[in-house]
C-alpha cells in the first residue's frame, strides 16, 4: 500500500472524473445559480441586471400551490412506500439465500426499467377501458375515471420508488441477529410485541434513509406527474420542464430548481442528523 | 424465515410483487396481443408489433443508433472513469479522501430532472448543439457512482498483499495491476459496466432535455408515443427494453453481488 510517496498517484487516478464532475455537475449547477438571478425576458429569454424577483415569484399563489401539492404528493407516496415496502425488507432479510436472490431479481429488475415503461403499464391498466374498469363492468359497477388524477400519480410513484424503501431497510433488518428475535419470543413477546421492541428501532436508520431517497425522488419526480397527472394539477418537476423547453423562462426554471435543491439539501442534512441519533439510541438499548 | 413471523407476511409479500410486476407484464402482454387499442388481457398472440417495430425508423433509431449506442460508449467510459477513481480512493490514503468519495457518489444523490436541466442551460450558455455526445456526457455523471461502488465493493474484499507478493517477485506496479488485480476484479468490474449501461439505457430524465431532434433516445422516444396516443409498437419496444434489462441482471447476479451494485 502506498502511503502518497513522491509521486501522487491517487491523484492521477481520482483525477479525470473529480475534474469531470466539476465541469459537469458543480459549473452547471453554478450556472442555474446565476440563471436564476437574472430577470426573465420574453424576448431575449433573459436580461443582464441581476434581481431576487425570481424568488419572490416563488411565494406567489400558483407557485405555492405547486410546492404545496408536490411536497404533499411526495409525503404520501413516502408513506404508502413503507406500508408496502416495510414488510417486503422484513421478509426479503429474512428469506432463506435461495428465495432471497428470487426476491431482490424481482425488485432490482422493474426498477432498472425506464420509468416511462413502468408508468405505461400503468396507463394501460387504469385507463378508461382498462384491467380495472373491466373488472369494475364485470362486476355489474360503473366504470371510474382512475387515469389523469392524484390518485393515479400516487400509485405510479409508489410502484417506482418502493424498492428505494426495500433496499435500505432489508439492509438494516439483515443487520439484526435472528437470535434477538428468538430470545424476545421465547421471554414469552409476541410477534408484535418483539417487533415493536427489537426490529422496528433497530432498523430506524435504514427506514430513514428509504423515506428519505423515496421522497427526495417523489417531489423531483416528471414522466409520472407528466403522464398519469391531471394536467392542470402539475408537480415542480413538470414546472421546470415547461419553463426550460416550452416557454424558455429560464430564469424561471433556473430558481425553481435551486429552491428544489434546496428542499432536497435540508432533507438529507436532516435525515443524516436524524440517523446519527437513532443510530446513538439504537446503540443505547 | 423465523418460525414464528405473522401468517399474513407470505399473502402480503406476494401482492405487493404482483403490483410491482404489473406493470411489466401488461406491458409484454400487449406487445404480443393482436388489438391495435392497448388491451390486457390479449386475445391472441402475434408479433406484429414488433415487425412494426422494426419497420419504424424513428424506433429502429432510437433503439439501435441512440439508446444501445450511448448505452455502450457510457459503459465503456465509465468503467475506466471509475475503475481508476475507485483504485485511488480504496488504495491511496490522503487528505479529503472521504469528500472526494462524497462528492464522485453525489450524482446519485442530485434529483436527475435538476441535473438534466442544468446540464440543457449549461450547454446552452456554451451554445452547444444537442447530439448523442451531449446525451453521453450527462450520462456519465450519473453512470460512473455505480463503477465505482461495484469496483470499490470488489477491491475491498481483495488482499493488496497479492499485489505487493507480484511485486516483490519482480512485477513492476502497473504489471502487478495488470496480471493480479484487474483478473481478479473482473467481475465487480463487469457487474459496474453492466449497471452504467442500464442506467444509460433506461435513462429518461437527463434524455428529456438532452437528447436532440437526431439523438432521441429508446425512453424519450417512447414518451412521446404515448402522449401522441401511438400504438402497441410502444409496447413491442418496451418489452425489448424490458428484455434486454432482466438478462443483464440475471448476468450481475450470476457473477457478482447484485446489492454491492444497486
Known amino acids: 500500500m502506498d502511503h502518497s510517496g513522491a509521486r501522487p498517484i491517487w491523484a492521477f487516478l481520482t483525477g479525470p472524473y473529480a475534474l469531470f464532475l466539476l465541469v459537469l455537475l458543480l459549473v452547471p449547477f453554478a450556472n442555474i445559480a446565476l440563471y436564476s438571478l437574472h430577470p426573465y425576458s ?3 429569454v433573459f436580461l443582464p441586471e ?51 436472490a428470487a426476491g431482490l431479481f424481482l425488485l432490482i429488475m422493474p426498477l432498472m426499467v425506464s420509468a416511462v415503461i413502468r408508468v405505461f403499464g400503468w396507463i394501460v391498466i387504469l385507463g ?17 375515471k382512475l387515469l389523469y388524477s392524484e390518485t393515479a400519480v400516487v400509485i405510479g410513484l409508489v410502484n417506482i420508488f418502493v424498492p428505494f424503501m426495500v433496499l435500505p431497510v432489508m439492509a438494516a433488518i439483515e443487520r439484526i441477529s435472528p437470535s434477538l428475535e428468538e430470545a424476545a419470543q421465547n421471554l414469552g413477546a409476541s410477534w408484535y410485541q418483539m417487533f415493536r421492541g427489537v426490529i422496528l428501532p433497530l432498523s430506524l436508520p435504514g427506514l430513514i434513509s428509504g423515506c428519505l431517497l423515496v421522497y427526495s425522488l417523489s417531489i423531483s419526480a416528471f414522466v409520472t406527474p407528466a403522464l398519469m397527472g391531471n394536467p392542470r394539477e402539475r408537480m415542480v418537476g413538470q414546472q421546470i420542464y415547461d419553463e426550460v423547453l416550452v416557454s424558455f423562462n429560464w430564469p424561471g426554471a433556473a430558481s425553481l430548481s435551486l429552491t428544489l435543491v434546496l428542499i432536497t439539501a435540508a432533507l438529507i442534512f436532516g435525515a443524516l442528523f436524524a440517523t446519527r441519533h437513532a443510530g446513538r439510541q439504537a446503540k443505547g438499548l | 424465515m423465523s418460525a414464528r ?29 393482436p388489438s391495435a387499442v392497448f388491451e390486457f388481457p390479449p386475445r391472441g398472440l402475434t408479433l406484429h ?56 457518489l453525489a450524482p446519485l444523490l442530485v434529483p ?19 447530439s448523442i455526445w451531449t446525451l453521453l456526457c450527462g450520462h456519465l455523471v450519473i453512470c460512473t457512482p455505480y463503477v465505482i461502488r461495484s469496483v470499490t465493493a470488489g477491491l475491498v474484499g481483495l488482499d493488496p498483499r497479492l499485489e505487493e507478493a507480484a511485486m516483490s517477485l519482480g512485477a513492476t506496479r502497473v504489471q502487478a495491476f495488470f496480471k493480479v488485480t484487474l483478473p481478479l476484479l473482473r467481475s465487480s468490474l463487469v457487474s459496474g459496466a453492466i449497471f452504467a449501461f442500464i442506467i444509460s439505457f433506461s435513462d429518461i430524465n437527463l434524455a428529456l432535455f438532452l437528447s436532440g431532434p437526431q439523438s432521441t433516445s429508446l425512453p424519450v422516444h417512447i414518451f412521446s408515443q404515448i402522449q401522441w396516443q401511438g400504438d402497441p409498437t410502444i409496447a413491442a419496444a418496451s418489452s425489448m427494453q424490458i428484455v434486454v434489462i432482466g438478462l443483464l441482471i440475471l448476468v450481475v447476479q450470476r457473477i457478482f453481488r447484485l446489492r454491492l451494485v444497486v
Open chain 1, 42 to 44: 420574453p424576448t431575449k
Open chain 1, 50 to 100: 441581476l434581481t431576487f424577483d425570481n424568488y419572490r415569484k416563488i411565494f406567489d399563489l400558483y407557485y405555492v400551490r405547486l410546492f404545496g401539492r408536490t411536497l404533499r404528493l411526495g409525503l404520501i407516496t413516502t408513506a404508502a412506500s413503507v406500508v408496502l415496502g416495510y414488510p417486503l425488507a422484513y421478509w426479503l432479510a429474512r428469506a432463506r439465500p435461495r428465495w432471497q
Open chain 1, 128 to 144: 378508461r377501458k382498462g384491467l380495472v374498469n373491466q373488472a369494475l363492468v364485470t362486476l355489474g359497477l360503473e366504470p371510474v
Open chain 2, 5 to 33: 413471523s405473522p401468517r399474513l407476511l407470505g399473502p402480503f409479500v406476494i401482492a405487493t410483487y404482483l403490483g410491482l410486476l404489473a406493470p411489466l407484464v401488461v406491458v409484454i402482454a400487449v406487445s404480443l396481443g
Open chain 2, 49 to 104: 408489433w414488433f415487425e412494426a417495430f422494426f419497420a419504424s425508423p424513428a424506433f429502429v433509431t432510437a433503439f439501435f443508433r441512440v439508446s444501445l449506442l450511448v448505452g455502450l460508449l457510457a459503459a465503456t467510459l465509465a468503467t475506466v472513469l471509475g475503475t481508476s477513481a475507485a483504485l485511488g480512493l480504496v488504495r491511496f490514503r490522503f487528505f479529503g479522501r472521504e469528500a472526494l468519495e462524497t462528492f464522485f
Open chain 2, 112 to 130: 436527475e430532472i435538476l441535473l438534466g436541466a442544468a446540464l440543457y442551460l449549461f450547454y446552452a450558455r456554451l451554445a452547444v448543439q444537442a
